[in-house]
């Protein structure tokens, strides 16, 4: 069974441009999240999808591979599903499923990712996102946090940056956010760029609305571990102090 990873990074992020070539411990994020993707052994083939050329340099330079993408993508999903199909118009190889690891998480580790992987490799659903607990009242009004709303199927019927559920206290056993590594079978991922964009994932500025919006089941499944994606400046400190701590 192919299962490959494609990790989606541009330089025009609003919120932090240029993010992917920032160093962290004189080395670029992207470097540090396709190594460690690279070195976890689980995948058919890792792959960078990115429109820009200083980032397709980079990864070329570290003897990786990238796939050039259109600028016009707003979707981190829509990137992966071209850098898809030229994957496979190119190779000629079979892909049966997809994993995204968005290139911002530079702390990503196989604990996570074999979550997802062990899931698509037994093929019992099309999509899967990981969450976890938001533990501090500070991150659930964080606008950078995905909440997330699951329902007693386990699937996911709402995401938003906002705080959701309404709480009167916070209590973080009920708190939930988007751990950004997810799994899709091929046909799933074609679906979704052939889909037209929501008014909700527009205005979010969250992928899995379009799926949320078309009643696309969205299986929804806990990890314990941590994520610590690179939204803005600061988190770039947060970041390597972590990864100065053993066995981070």
Known sequence: ??????????????????????????KPMIGHVYERVKNMNLFSDVIVATCDTEISNYIHSINGKAIMTKKTHN?????????????????KKKVDSIIMI????????????????????RKKYDCIN????????KDFLNEDVIKVIINNKKNCILMSRKPIPYLKKFDPKVTKKQV?????????????YKLKSTFLEKTESIDMLRFIDNSIEIKMIHTKSKSWA???????????????KKNV
Request: aromatic fraction near 8%; hydrophobic fraction near 40%.
């Open 180 to 192: 950004c590594v997810i799994g899709f079978t091929t046909n799933i991922l074609k679906k979704f």
């Open 130 to 137: 990981l969450y976890s607990e938001i533990d501090t009242k």
């Open 75 to 91: 979707r981190a999903v829509d990137r992966c599903a071209e850098a898809l199909y030229k994957y496979q118009k190119k190779t």
């Open 1 to 26: 069974m192919s299962i490959i990873a494609i990790i989606p990074a541009r330089m025009s992020s609003s919120r932090f441009p240029g993010k992917p070539m920032k160093k962290i411990l004189n």
């Open 230 to 244: 690179v939204d803005r400046p600061r988190d770039i400190k947060i970041i390597e102090k972590l990864m100065k």
């Open 102 to 121: 968005q290139g911002d998480e530079p702390l990503v580790n196989k604990k996570m990712v074999n979550i997802v992987f062990g899931n698509m490799k």
